[in-house]
């Protein structure tokens, strides 16, 4: 007797397929991850502990030629790990000043350091209050007196914090 090859239906599936199509979807999943995913710290969950803050960090004594690195609107961020802190909405760059005590006017003293500059930038953002005056920002600490190293589009050092306001309060 002779075998006849039933005919197959239209759509069989096998262990093939469905490898390939677990390998397609788990494609599309990660391509939506990298390009839709901001990391758990970059977005502040909302809570009765969050504020919107304003933060004052300065540098002085930095060379001439960094005047104008700094832009409205830049993002500054953690130089370890790249974490947003925060937007700049004011700046300014005065001449650095040296201060001196003169013993025979007995008087302090100040004079411009050739090409040097101080810089002053204010920057606003979503933080985490950890206690008072104390704030977080995707892992960094703002209060006043702190310093970390940050960066920005064009520029990048270590600055210090000299100033965080709540809006509608201050805390200084």
Known sequence: MKKTAKPKGKYSFNIIDVLLLLVIVLSVAA???????????????????????????????????????????????????????????????????????????????????????????????????VAENIFEVNGQLISVGQTFEVGFPYYTGTVVCTAVSVMGGVNE
């Open 31 to 129: 391509i939506v991850f990298l390009f839709f995913y901001e990391g758990g710290d970059a977005k502040i969950e909302e809570s009765d502990n969050t504020y919107e803050i304003v933060y004052t960090v300065k540098q002085e004594q930095l060379p001439g030629i960094l005047r104008g690195k700094i832009n409205m609107g830049d993002a500054m961020f953690t130089l370890q790990g790249q974490k947003m802190l925060g937007r700049v909405i004011d700046f300014s760059y005065t001449n650095s000043e040296v201060k001196y005590f003169n013993p025979t006017d007995k008087v302090m003293s100040s004079s411009s350091v050739e090409d040097k500059i101080d810089l002053t930038v204010k920057v606003n953002t979503k933080a985490t209050k």
